[in-house]
């Protein structure tokens, strides 16, 4: 029963991402189907699912349920129990989520923002705990292969007005880079790390 409604619930989201991908390339643009191309297409398309648990935080304010960043994803989208804790940030201040019954949650993740050379952005967000209730979220990202397709700033969105904002690099490449940036800046900067 669990793997035919998992299957079911991929499927549907799979469908869901097939046509919000078609709506960003068109605003692009682009053919609609340029942005599903150049993730992989549908079959290719990984989808990865995380399950977040909040409990209870008698000091919310001294704590956070995780930090803020993006997603490497192309898109993520995101169902919850109700319990407000995300945030994302917007003009310059956190901005919390509203909990919508029955709705998913969507947001871009950093591959279309490569894709678009910057024309989407990748949202940065967080999650916060919360002093009365538990909170969970269940986390599905849309991922490309991690080595077969090559992200880079699609050629007709490039000019010498707008150059290229990322380098090319395979979605592995771009996870290593977004996870150890850090400390390789670090070691740059200290030779002896």
Not at 22 to 45: A, I
Not at 49 to 65: D, F, V, W
Not at 118 to 130: A, E, F, P, Q, T
Request: aromatic residues 6%; hydrophobic residues 40%; charged residues 25%.
């Amino acid at each position: 029963m669990c793997s035919e409604v998992t299957t079911e619930y991929a499927k549907e989201l799979r469908g869901l991402a097939s046509k919000i991908m078609e709506v960003l390339s068109l605003e692009l643009g682009l053919e609609g189907e340029r942005l599903e191309k150049e993730v992989g297409g549908m079959e290719e398309l990984l989808l990865q699912m995380k399950i977040n648990y909040y409990p209870i935080c008698p000091q919310p304010e001294l704590a956070l349920g995780v930090e803020a960043h993006t997603d490497v994803s192309s898109l993520t989208f995101l169902l919850h129990n109700m319990v407000p804790g995300l945030q994302l940030f917007y003009e310059g201040k956190w901005v919390t989520a509203k909990c919508v019954p029955g709705s998913i949650l969507m947001h871009i993740g950093d591959t279309i923002e490569i894709l678009s050379n910057g024309k989407y952005k990748s949202i940065l967000h967080r999650g916060l705990v919360n002093k009365e209730k538990v909170r969970i979220s269940w986390a599905v990202f849309c991922e490309p292969p991690k080595e077969k397709i090559i992200l880079k700033p699609l050629p007709e969105l490039v000019t010498e007005i707008e150059p290229a904002r990322f380098p090319p690099r395979t979605f592995a490449q771009h996870i290593h880079h977004k996870l150890f940036r850090k400390s390789e800046e670090e070691k740059k900067d200290d030779p002896k790390i």
